[in-house]
């Protein structure tokens, strides 16, 4: 086992799955400041919590791949390149879901409500985890772990400390975006590469047929998967994207309208004092006025 690629790997990778988490992490110690529910104390053990749930689910996930060859467990790094790809589709087309999702995760306190937080957050870890489990040995697994755990603890520290420096969070928060995507994607690629699951796949297709079709096979398996797959999350995320009439005002609606298609008017009295603290409501159509107007007359 070589332990400084280990060790650069699991940063690597660590870094990669977690840079979302940051900022979520930057809101919980900012909101700490004000709330006495929340403290930074509790945020770092509800980040260990749901890292650790995280870590045991990623754990079972590679305790099931251990019955399989690890060759076809590598296709699994096609996840990473998935979550890239639905990581820029919204960037491209973001939804009016997306826009609240800072506010939710700002008004949740508690140690469990952190540990929630980033077990949602921790879908991505997951599909990661997995298969780079998948392609090495125990001893290298728990240099991963332990090093997955000294890195959160200075990430919490990093978070904590960028909370204090706004300017430098605004700039990072600007770009970093942009960056996660093609990340995500290469480190897929980076996992399918080194589980040789394509040559492996090749081989044992062309084992069974004299025409050699493994890698047009693959290809085609490939291109429509990974097509169907951004079709998919673009078909998602075009439904979801946010419209100038998310944020209509009530001012913007249209006017109720009778049984004959006439505007209909509200009108308010305000005649005495009883009326002001019991406003009532009186809806005349076009008619009943135009005969009002007559009578007075």
Known sequence: MQIGQAIGTACATFAITNIDD????????????????LTPLRITIGQFVGFTVIVVISMIGFGVSLVLPSEPIGFLGLLPIILGVWK???????????????????????????????????????GVYIPLFSQVRGAEIAVYIIVYYILLGLWLLAAFLVMRQKHVLRI???????????????????????????????????????????????????????LTAIGTIFWYRWGHKATPSDTRTDNDAPAQTNDEGQEMTVIQSNSNAEDATNPQHVVHDGSVNAGQNQSSG
Request: hydrophobic share 50%; glycine share 6%; proline share 4%.
């Open 88 to 126: 820029l589709l919204e960037l491209l087309l973001p939804s009016a879901e997306d826009e609240t999702d800072n506010a939710r995760v700002a008004g949740m306190k508690g140690v469990l409500t952190v540990a929630s937080v980033t077990l949602m957050n921790g879908g991505d870890n997951i």
């Open 22 to 37: 940051a900022f979520v992490l930057v809101t919980f110690f900012a909101e700490s400041a004000t709330s006495k529910a």
């Open 172 to 226: 990072v928060e600007k770009y970093v975006h942009y960056v996660i995507p093609f990340l995500y994607m290469g480190l897929g690629a980076y996992i399918v590469a080194k589980s040789e699951c394509y040559p492996w796949s090749i081989e044992q297709i062309d084992a069974q047929h004299t025409s050699h079709p493994g890698c047009a096979i693959m290809a085609v398996t490939t291109v429509v998967l990974l």
